[in-house]
């Protein structure tokens, strides 16, 4: 029989509402006393009623999110990186994790956040993708909802977030290529709405400037982040004439995609054409070439986030609300060497 708040009274000679208390946390219990009730509660075997604690503290301990992907099923290994962050950091601080998936700006999504913010079903939410004028962040504010974002958005209020920044990222792979002796430098971006995307439109579009480099614009095609996507876009770029000689991909899928294209039109990646992505995905260090790519670390960005979320439920200012980080050059076969 399990042992119960009771049995560690009894046992300790003090009240059942200290005992409580001391397994709580609470500091107006000795730190002595704590540890006693701690070491007893141990030896006796005693588990807690998670969900009568709950109750107690009208909360759940559990921490949502809602992954913006097409169907129930996800291909892209970036989110899986990083809701394994995510979920490592909610159980190590003894919170669940509640994952659901909706089509970005679909009204399915839309229903998603507003169950989670007035049904009480999690304590707190974490975004992903921001776009503009996010809809999402501006409900979560407007509720004044615990929550914590994975980049930035135009939104006229403050809120906390993790980014990579976007500029400085897309600075270097475009500086590698140009130093490489690329002048003809194309982009396969992610959709237009994405906040991340502008920002590494952005940085593109200034380094080629700084390298007194053109940008046509037949050399800058939207993709969806999938392989297809990056396939298709790369179609686009070879038939454009004079072709050009490299191409920089707004994720790494989109690049294996291009890679994939590229190679069954007969080119030899890394030596015929420059390729690159964005995140430094595990496959991307296998894939045929190796891909240069920009490193995030996701996993950390994961839990990160969720660490912050969890300061901000429980009621701690984070100890920096708006954390942007640069990202690091991974230089592999696929951009080649020098062509000068």
Known sequence: MAATLKDIASELGISITTVSRGLAGYDDVAAETRQRIQETAASLGYKPNILARRLQKQRTDTLGFIMPTFGPRFSDPFFSEFIAGIGNEAAEQEYDLLVSTHAPESEQEKQ???????????????????????????????????????????????????????????????????????????????????????YRLQGYYETMAANNLPVAPEWIVEGDLTQRSGAEAAEHLLAVQPRVTAVICGNDLMAMGAINQMQQNGLTVGIDIAVAGFDDIPAS???????????????????????????????????????LLTPTLIVRASSGSSIL
């Open 112 to 198: 998603a956040y507003a169950r989670a913010t007035q049904r009480g079903w999690v304590d707190g939410l974490i975004v992903i993708r921001t776009r503009e004028n996010d809809s999402r962040i501006q409900h979560l504010h407007e509720q004044n909802f615990p929550f914590v974002v994975f980049g930035r958005t135009n939104l006229p209020f403050d809120y906390p977030y993790v980014d990579e920044d976007g500029v400085a990222g897309m600075r270097l792979l475009v500086q590698h290529l140009a130093d490489l002796g690329h002048q003809r430098i194309g982009f396969i971006m992610p959709p237009a709405g994405l906040m991340f995307s502008q």
């Open 285 to 323: 260090a296998y894939s045929n070439p190796p891909l240069t790519t920009l490193h995030q670390p996701i996993y950390d960005i994961g839990r990160q986030t969720c660490a912050m979320l969890i300061d901000i439920v429980n009621g701690r200012a984070p100890e920096n609300p708006s954390v």
